[in-house]
């Protein structure tokens, strides 16, 4: 188990894998997952589920990840050594907001979970790591963010009004 914050007030989120995967779980995420929980809260309202850990699968399961409310499932393959993968966390947790708080009613309307989580990601992403502002090029890339969509609209009206 590896605890991903320094403060014991703030160890909402902690790691949990097997033993020989805790020191690159360690290096992986110590102190990252608190900041895009702040930053997601600061985005997109508070983290209503209290607790946000993450389960490292074996080998064997088949996703990237798996977000449900207070712990996400993730692949062992995101262990990759410097945090290029770091963007799948940020997903999951993104989720948190759109997919498990507000979520579809049909499964036809199933686009909406993951369309809104791309947006929170990547605004999640944008804030962390590229604070002066600028997004990056691939931020803009999303459909959701042409700004002509109805329901781009109806997401960037509520996130101007939120903030
Ligand atoms: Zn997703």
Not at 87 to 106: K, M, P, Q, R, Y
Request: charged fraction near 20%; proline fraction near 7%.
């Amino acid at each position: 188990m590896v605890k991903t914050s320094s403060s014991a007030r703030l160890a909402r989120s902690r790691v949990w894998a097997e033993p020989c995967l805790i020191e690159a779980a360690k290096k992986e995420y110590d102190g990252v997952i608190e900041e895009f929980l702040a930053v997601g809260e600061k985005l997109f309202g508070p983290y209503v589920w209290g607790r946000y850990d993450i389960l490292f699968m074996p080998p064997s399961f088949p996703f990237g990840g798996m977000e449900n409310p207070c712990l996400t499932f993730v692949t062992p393959c995101l262990l990759a050594g410097d945090r290029s993968l770091v963007d799948v966390i940020i997903h999951e947790i993104s989720h948190s907001w759109f997919g498990n708080l507000v979520t579809n009613a049909s499964w036809g309307e199933f686009w909406l979970n993951e369309g809104f989580t791309m947006y929170a990601q990547r605004r999640i992403s944008t804030e962390v790591y590229a604070p002066w502002g600028e997004p990056t090029p691939e931020v803009w890339s999303s459909p959701l963010d042409t700004q002509s969509h109805p329901a781009a609209q109806a997401l960037l009206a509520l996130f101007a009004a939120s903030s």
